[in-house]
Each structure stands twice: as structure tokens, then as C-alpha cells.
């Protein structure tokens, strides 16, 4: 393995600190040459998008979710819908489905402006949870020489996703949001489908493991949903986030 794997492997063992997987992996894909690591996180039972990370300036991370760029962004919708990796430039992009063309046309050609020139889009699905991850690995080179850059470090690009998706999965299940960590919310109520009817089950008393039972889920995915809907309703335990859903009568 080569040597750079290894101490992503072991820095991802040895991390501590909240959200520390994300910071791991933005230093290793800058080390292969990215220039911005933007990784979505999803949920696929309800194609609720939960929030991303990203290295982008925290002015342009905000504009982009005050002017809902994370409702029309072709990249992650491409991530979401797809399993395979893409390698695109901003005018490439604008052959890709758009749910409102005008607005992530005007994305694309402001992203250009900070230096995006072409990127790498990386879906990673879960295997064991209804989580996505979409990686967008950004240069400020032209297509055709991300694409040389890619191929050259194809296999530690490939195994480096595998690794740090699990650990970052593993950091947003256990909370551990970080720095970088942009929620983003879905609907007025914050609450996807899924987490109402988790929680309800939680007002009820029932585990997790026979609410994953009744859903015909993981319990790993039923713990992921209590954890985003205590994120998203500022609660600091599962008891509190379902005593808040039920003031707010959101179950």
C-alpha cells in the first residue's frame, strides 16, 4: 500500500477530536493535488440531504446556502442518483439535470470565479446504511489535465474514498460534525419523513432495534436518523429531541 494510504489509515485510527475525520481527509486529497474537498452527506430513504464539508471560503459556503444553491447543485444531485465517478468542467456540468436551471447556471459560473476549473465527482453509497456521501474533488486545472492527474493517482483516490467515507460517516452518526460542517435544512419543520416517524417511535418506548425491525432498517441507520433529528432540533439526547418534536408537534 502506498505509503500516503498508510497514514491516512493511521490518522484516521488515531483521530480524537470531533469532525477530525473530514480535516484528515482534506489534507490527504490536497496532497494528491485537489484544490477543494467538498463531500455531501445524504440521506437516501428520503433524499434528504443532511449538509456538507468543504475547504471553500466560509463566505462563499454561506452564499451558497443563502442563495439555495444546495437545492439545484448538479453535482450533488449527481452524486445522489448515480454510482459511478464523473469527471467534469462547469460547462460540462450544464449538461446535467438541473431542478432550476437559471439558478445553477449562475452556480456554475460563480464557482469558476473561485477557482474551480474541473472536478472529480465520487459517489460513495453505504453499504451497510441509507447514507451517500458525495465527493467533489475540485482543481484549478483544465479538464484534461484532472484527468491525467486522476488517472496517475487513480488507486489512492479510489481506496482513500473508501476510508474516509466510513470514517466520516461514522463521525456525523456519533454527532461529531466539526468545523467544516454545514447543516442544511430541507423543509420549514427541519424534520425529513424518516426522523418523524423514528422519534415517534422513540415517544412510544421502543429501542432501537425494534424500531429498525418495524422500518425494515439497520440499527446503525436508526441511530443515524436520532442523531441528525438531535442535530437539527439543538437537542442533547434522544429524550429531549423527542419531548421537543412533540411540543412543536412535528409527531
Known sequence: MENRLVDLLDRLDRRTADGEAYAITNDFFLDLGFRYVNIGVASLSDS????????????????????????CDVMFDYA????????CDPANNLELPSRNKARSDQMLAEVQEE????????????????????????TDLDKLETGRMC??????ISLGAALTQTAII???????YGTFWLPIANDPVKLSAREMEVLK??????????????????NATVN??????????GAKTREQAVAIALVKKYI
Open 48 to 71: 434528504g440531504v443532511l449538509g456538507m464539508y468543504s475547504n471553500m471560503r466560509e463566505a462563499w459556503m454561506s452564499h451558497y446556502v443563502e442563495s439555495g444553491y444546495h437545492e
Open 80 to 87: 445522489i442518483s448515480n454510482d459511478t465517478a464523473r469527471l
Open 115 to 138: 477557482g474551480l476549473r474541473s472536478s472529480l465527482i465520487l459517489p460513495r453509497h453505504s453499504a451497510v446504511s441509507d447514507h451517500m456521501i458525495g465527493f467533489n474533488l475540485c
Open 151 to 156: 488517472d496517475a493517482h487513480q488507486y489512492a
Open 170 to 176: 461514522e463521525d456525523v452518526e456519533g454527532d461529531s
Open 201 to 218: 417511535w422513540l415517544s412510544e418506548g421502543l429501542r432501537n432495534d425494534r424500531i429498525a425491525d418495524r422500518l425494515k432498517i439497520s
Open 224 to 233: 443515524f436518523h436520532v442523531t441528525s433529528a438531535k442535530k437539527k432540533l
